[in-house]
């Protein structure tokens, strides 16, 4: 009997694969990562990171030192640890600069209930796929006077402004994040809070060193304009919409894979497109030295937000009872 095809959805991967099914089959099918990686993918990260661990309880001291031994015994090249450890010098300035903040309101006005959660959401099972939602939600926070429960996520950009926001609202990342809650703990947050570091727009002077530089950036933390926070609503009609078209999502992908067709869609994109060197649409051909320009994952070493599927890590849902039919 052949085995059922585990068909794992995150956001990135279903937005990945509605901007062009060619480019989702190069990233998440033939798993090719390309060796250079844009840069605000690394500050996004290291950002992340500092937060997560200062909500563990580390210190800003052992943050930094915790950071910087991670970056250490990385496995990237000499050039983009040198680079990284540069930023990890802009962080001491942008944690006080967001403590100048929100500092004292948050830990007055929220308390934390859960923290860097990792969830499957089983959302289909048929004869031929099981479609399982993965993620990591940032933290469950509750409101201590008006007992308002919120999902709160932590962002980095460049610049937010109307189409961030309205971006936000249809990035399908906070419903199925809200859904999972709803369908996985019987919890209805009431929104998602976007709690966004943006960095600074400097641009580095000719002959300026790296640390000056980085001086420059920190120094830009002290002002508030860097910090901005916003509750996305959704209503209970959305969200049960969303988890029909998550659903459609995993049998379209199933498509795609049971027939082996990933479309070429160029229009759709939103970042230049770090395939184009194989793909025709792109200009490109797929040739040794195209291919040279890529790691090639191997089968355990996918994506890890997409690591293998484990049956015990999944929490099965049963529907019944929920709202959500
Ligand atoms: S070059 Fe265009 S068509 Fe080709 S994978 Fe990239 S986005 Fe898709």
């Not at 015994?73 to 990890?88: A, F, M, P, T």
């Not at 029909?244 to 497109?273: D, F, I, K, T, V």
Request: charged share 30%; proline share 4%.
């Amino acid at each position: 009997m052949s085995r059922k095809l585990d068909i794992i959805l995150t956001s990135s991967s279903i937005r990945r694969f509605y901007d062009c099914r060619r480019r989702y089959y190069y990233e998440y099918v033939m798993r090719l990562t390309p060796r250079i990686k844009p840069a605000y993918f690394e500050w996004g990260s290291l950002v992340h990171r500092c937060f997560e661990l200062l909500e563990k309880g580390f210190t800003l001291k052992d943050t930094l030192t915790t950071l910087l031994d991670e970056n250490k015994s990385g496995n990237w090249s000499e050039d983009l640890k040198r680079r990284n450890h540069g930023w990890i010098s802009i962080l001491p300035k942008l944690v006080l600069g967001y403590q100048s903040v929100y500092g004292a309101q948050e830990k007055d006005e929220y308390e934390t209930l859960q923290s860097e959660q990792e969830f499957n959401l089983l959302l289909d099972e048929t004869p031929e796929y099981r479609a399982i939602f993965r993620g990591k939600r940032d933290a469950l926070k509750r409101h201590k006077k008006t007992g308002e429960v919120v999902l709160w996520e932590r962002k980095t950009a460049s610049q937010t402004g109307d189409s961030y926001w309205e971006n936000v609202a249809w990035d399908p990342q906070p419903k199925s994040y809200l859904l999972s809650m709803q369908l996985e703990q019987g919890i209805k947050p009431s929104c998602v809070v976007y709690d966004v570091i943006k960095k600074p727009l400097l641009k580095q002077k000719p002959g300026e060193l790296d640390s000056i530089y980085n001086g420059r950036i920190a120094l830009a933390y002290i002002e508030d304009k860097y910090f901005e926070r916003k509750k996305i609503y959704f209503t209970p009609q959305v969200i049960e919409a969303h988890y029909r078209w998550l659903r459609r999502a995993a049998q379209e992908l199933y498509y795609c894979y049971s027939e082996g067709q990933w479309n070429e869609y160029h229009l759709n994109q939103r970042w230049p497109c770090e395939y184009r060197v194989l793909c025709p649409s792109g200009g490109g051909e797929e040739n040794e030295h195209s291919l040279s320009l890529f790691d090639n994952r191997r089968a355990d070493e996918i994506n890890p937000e997409l690591s293998l599927f484990c049956d015990s890590n999944l929490v099965q849902v049963t529907f019944e009872g929920s709202e959500i039919k």
